[in-house]
């Protein structure tokens, strides 16, 4: 499977965070040694969604309970996959304001129909009382990664391989400082610019990782975007030292500190966004 074209946000919680049965499964997956690893995920996430929807998209079936398993000194942490929720809400998704015709024509009726009614059942009342508050542990961009990401992490949480055949790169940090980070970046954000549309996806993220349980991790992974990327290239990769000095700029009266940082980070994130045009 050809490396998709995606960054992702993952948050992995402690097996505290679920419920008994939950907990009872997930150490069985990794003491099975079924735990996928990150590379390999999303053709794996992408050729199992396929395969299950079948020809004509015309049922959702239950989908396979797969986890991204991160193992520290003491804790075991878990970032399920949510397929089948994720493949709902993604159905849904891509009927919101298109035409009718062409809305059946991407996502069938029927396929529209059973989404919902998956998606309802998740947020029913009777099944959050039962297994707790639903969260989606993992957020996906394609072409790209959005600014409010660089907005959670610092530079020393930076981690890249540049191996033949094994490239990488990635932040990752506790949750409580990625929500302390978003906390003051949307504090300077309000202040400076108000109600903004970067304002409200900041505030979008941090409500976002106030789902999960305090000790969990939080991590940027660019995916297959390194692909598109050179080595030299990655090992330039500021982005995250961009969003922290556009903040301190806006946050001192700066703007035009702030505006360099922002366009320089703009620019460059527009240079990947336009090789999806490219043949």
């Not at 055949?165 to 929500?179: C, D, F």
């Not at 505030?203 to 106030?210: D, G, I, P, S, V």
């Amino acid at each position: 499977m050809p490396s998709l074209f995606a960054a992702y946000l993952r948050v992995y919680e402690p097996l505290t965070a679920f419920d008994r049965d939950r907990q009872a499964y997930w150490r069985r997956y990794v003491e099975q040694g079924r735990a996928v690893a990150p590379a390999e995920g999303p053709g794996r996430q992408l050729t199992t969604v396929i395969e299950a929807l079948g020809a004509g998209w015309t049922r959702l079936p239950n989908l396979p309970d797969e986890a991204y398993v991160l193992e520290t000194d003491d804790t075991l942490l878990v970032c399920p996959w949510n397929l089948r929720i994720r493949v709902a809400e993604a159905a849904l998704n891509a009927r919101d304001g298109v035409p009718p015709v062409l809305a059946d024509a991407f996502v069938p009726p029927v396929l529209a129909g059973k989404a919902r009614a998956v998606v309802d059942d998740w947020r029913s009342g009777a099944r959050v009382l039962e297994h707790g508050v639903p969260r989606v542990h993992e957020q996906i961009a394609t072409w790209g990664v959005p600014l409010r990401w660089f907005v959670l992490f610092e530079p020393a949480e930076r981690h890249q391989v540049t191996e033949p055949g094994r490239r990488a790169l990635r932040y990752r940090t506790e949750i409580s400082k990625a929500r302390r980070r978003s906390s003051r970046a949307l504090a300077v954000l309000r202040k400076s610019v108000g109600a903004a549309p970067i304002t409200e996806a900041v505030e979008e993220a941090a409500r976002w990782l106030e789902e999960f349980h305090p000790r969990s991790m939080v991590e940027l992974d660019y995916g297959g975007l390194v692909s598109l990327l050179s080595d030299e290239t990655l090992a330039a990769d500021d982005s995250p030292e961009l969003v922290a000095a556009g903040l301190a700029g806006l946050s001192r009266g700066e703007a035009e500190e702030a505006s360099a940082a922002y366009d320089k980070l703009v620019a460059r994130w527009r240079a990947v966004q336009l090789l999806e045009r490219c043949n």
